[in-house]
């Protein structure tokens, strides 16, 4: 089975840009998160989302948002980047919501703003 | 609010000592306990994981250990070997179903 797929795997953008990233579930999996890491606040949650709707969202600004679509691929977008928005965003997937279902990570993408 | 604290934040161990990382949690409804860890330059990988239906779990040279009543979870790697090396991290389920994180432990196994 083909684990959680992210892509682009590597950016760069400059300030005030937006970018979207993509990330493909474990097949069968229908919940899919997204974490935001960086070196000094480990790993951040962004939003959780299941069937489509958006069930969990954690302390980030309205810049941040995300979808997900029919087949549980989800993307994230971020508009007018800031340099602190360079980091390493991490997408999971699980089979269900909540309940302490066991996530699995894709490779990540990494996004530098200059 | 929902807060989860790892200690150390850095960790060196001498090949074949044990290691010991431990977390505490805020919410005492919180009922699932994750440890992932994550080589450099990888995607964080499950390794163990409790429930709070039980005090100590054990996989081969790894365990985990949860005491509710204190509201911590620790992870114990016994026989380290140089592969071990790596940031883990542990996290906890809050009453709204978000897996919150702690800030990651750097584990260092010296040869």
């Known amino acids: 089975k083909a684990g959680v797929t992210q892509t682009p795997r590597y950016l760069i953008k400059t300030r005030g840009q937006q970018v979207t990233l993509s990330c493909s579930p474990i097949?069968?999996?229908?919940?899919v998160s997204w974490y935001q890491q960086t070196p000094g606040q480990g790993l951040q949650f962004l939003f959780e989302?299941?069937?489509?709707?958006?069930?969990n969202k954690g302390n980030f600004p309205g810049r941040f948002s995300g979808r997900q679509f029919s087949n549980s691929r989800s993307e994230m977008n971020v508009s007018t980047l800031e340099l602190g928005d360079s980091a390493l965003y991490l997408c999971?997937?699980?089979?269900?919501?909540?309940?302490?279902?066991?996530?699995?990570f894709g490779e990540g993408s990494w996004l530098t703003v200059v | 609010g929902e807060n989860v604290e790892q200690h150390p934040s850095t960790l060196s161990v001498q090949e074949g000592d044990s290691a010991v990382i431990k977390c505490t949690y805020s919410d005492s409804a919180s009922n699932y306990f994750p440890w992932y860890k994550q080589e450099l330059g990888k995607r964080p990988q499950l390794i163990i994981d409790i429930r709070s239906n039980v005090g100590e779990k054990k996989d081969q040279r790894i365990a985990v250990t949860l005491n509710k009543t204190a509201k911590h979870f620790s992870l114990h790697i016994t026989e380290t070997q140089p592969e071990d090396s790596a940031v883990y991290f542990c996290a906890a389920i809050f009453g709204n179903e978000k897996l919150t994180f702690g800030t990651g432990t750097r584990l260092t196994i010296i040869p």
């Open positions: 999971a997937s699980s089979t269900f919501s909540g309940g302490g279902n066991t996530i699995y």
């Open positions: 097949s069968g999996h229908r919940s």
């Open positions: 989302y299941f069937s489509e709707t958006q069930r």
